[in-house]
């Protein structure tokens, strides 16, 4: 009689445990998709920046917004994502040192455009991959969604 009690108590035990970790596992996923969606937010706003208006100040303005959601989706990214996340930051630290390159010789947005151009595709082939990824993990994270 008091091996069945024991049992059905484990048996509680286990389900309650293997609920919290469900949970929490589900809570990471969201908590990565967020930050994901966040840094997706900051990307796009790449392509919104009137370069012509704002020059090399407005793009690097943008860049910098860029480098603190993706700080938060490294952090909570990287286990599933690391290689991804690695490959954009490599992109976007191009197009910063470009344009911080650009800024101490006071080259115009003009005179660096083709450099500007090739950092922007390289991040484009990065978040592209990164996309994927997410896609394949996290199939109910949407990365064109604007963050909530």
């Known amino acids: 009689m008091k091996l069945r009690g024991t049992t059905r108590v484990l048996a509680v035990g286990s389900i309650v445990l293997l609920t919290l970790v469900g949970c929490s596992s589900n809570d990471t996923a969201a908590s990565t998709c967020q930050d994901l969606q966040n840094l997706a ?45 690695d490959a954009l930051d490599n992109s976007i630290n191009e197009l910063g040192t470009t344009l911080s390159g650009a800024k101490d010789s006071g080259k115009s947005i003009g005179e660096i455009l083709s450099s500007v151009e090739s950092d922007v595709s390289s991040i484009s082939s990065s978040w592209n991959n990164l996309t994927s990824a997410v896609k394949t993990e996290l199939d109910s994270c949407d990365l064109s969604a604007p963050a909530s």
Do not use: H, M
């Open 41 to 85: 937010a900051q990307v796009r706003g790449l392509r919104d920046v009137n370069i012509v208006q704002t020059g090399v100040d407005g793009l690097q303005q943008q860049v910098t917004a860029v480098d603190g959601a993706f700080d938060q989706a490294k952090a909570s990214g990287k286990d599933q994502f690391g290689p991804e996340l």
